[in-house]
C-alpha cells in the first residue's frame, strides 16, 4: 500500500503570495493533519480533519486554511506569505474515528519563502 | 497545554554503543508515538506505545503512563541510526485531536 503522499516536494514563493499544498492519506485512512516544522524544531500542529470536518486547530493564525475532500485527501492554504513561514510542512493520516490510532507521515513539503 | 521534554537534547557515540533517550510529559495522553527523523525530514515510524514495552530488533520503547514518561532504547547503533529522535504524544478533547512533539535528540553515531 502506498503511503502517505505530499505534493510538491519543493516551493519557492515571495513575500504576499499565496500557496497551496497537497496531501493524500493511506488507503482506507479518514482523518488527516497538518504540522509545521521550523528548522531545529519539533513539527507543530496546525489543523486535523476528520470525515472532511475540522477537529483541531493549532496556534496558527487565520492566514492558514486547510479542507478535505470526499475522497478524503486535504490542501493546506497559506495566504499572504511571510518570511516565517518558511518551514517544512508535513501531513499525517490515521484511520480515525478513535483515538488510539497510530499517526503516519508524508514526506513533507519544504516552503522557502523570500 | 501540555508540555513534552526529550533528554538528552544531543547525543555523539561511537558505532555499537548502546543509548537510552527519555520523554517526559506533564500530562495524562492518550496515545504516544517515537519518530525517527531522517536527514530528508522523513518522519519514520518507531513505535505506538501509550503503555507498556516493545521491541522491534535493536529498538525497544517503554512508557510507564502513570508517571509520565517514555524510553527507548537503541542497542548495537550503527551510522544509520544517526538523525533527530522525537517522542509525540496526543491527547484527544471532546474529538478535538492533536499530537504533541518533544523537544528532539539528536543523535549523531560516529565509524
Known amino acids: 500500500d502506498a503511503g502517505v503522499t505530499q505534493s510538491p516536494t519543493h516551493l519557492i514563493k515571495t513575500r504576499g503570495q499565496h500557496v497551496t499544498l497537497r496531501c493524500s492519506p493511506i488507503?482506507?485512512?479518514?482523518?488527516v493533519s497538518w504540522y509545521q516544522q521550523v528548522l531545529g524544531q519539533g513539527p507543530q500542529f496546525i489543523f486535523q480533519?476528520?470525515?472532511?470536518?475540522?477537529?483541531g486547530r493549532g496556534n496558527f493564525p487565520d492566514r492558514f486554511s486547510a479542507r478535505q475532500f470526499p475522497n478524503y485527501s486535504s490542501e493546506l492554504n497559506v495566504n499572504a506569505l511571510l518570511l516565517g513561514d518558511s518551514a517544512l510542512y508535513l501531513c499525517?493520516?490515521?484511520?480515525?474515528?478513535?483515538?488510539?490510532?497510530?499517526?503516519?507521515f508524508g514526506p513533507g513539503t519544504r516552503l522557502t519563502v523570500l | 497545554g501540555i508540555q513534552v521534554e526529550q533528554s538528552p537534547p544531543d547525543l555523539i557515540l561511537q558505532e555499537g554503543a548502546n543509548s537510552t533517550l527519555r520523554c517526559n510529559f506533564s500530562?495524562?495522553?492518550?496515545?504516544l508515538q517515537w519518530f525517527h527523523q531522517n536527514p530528508w525530514g522523513q518522519l519514520i515510524n518507531l513505535f505506538y506505545?501509550?503503555?507498556g514495552t516493545k521491541q522491534n530488533g535493536r529498538l525497544s520503547a517503554t512508557t510507564v503512563a502513570t508517571e509520565r514518561y517514555s524510553l527507548l532504547y537503541i542497542s548495537s547503533s550503527q551510522t544509520t541510526d544517526s538523525g533527530v529522535y522525537f517522542c509525540?504524544?496526543?491527547?484527544?478533547?471532546?474529538?478535538?485531536?492533536?499530537?504533541?512533539f518533544g523537544t528532539g535528540t539528536r543523535l549523531t553515531i560516529i565509524p
Open positions: 499525517a493520516s490515521r484511520r480515525g474515528g478513535i483515538s488510539y490510532n497510530e499517526q503516519f
Open positions: 488507503s482506507g485512512h479518514k482523518s
Open positions: 480533519y476528520y470525515e472532511k470536518e475540522e477537529r
Open positions: 500530562d495524562s495522553v492518550n496515545n
Open positions: 506505545i501509550p503503555s
Open positions: 509525540a504524544v496526543l491527547i484527544s478533547n471532546f474529538g478535538n485531536e492533536k499530537l504533541t
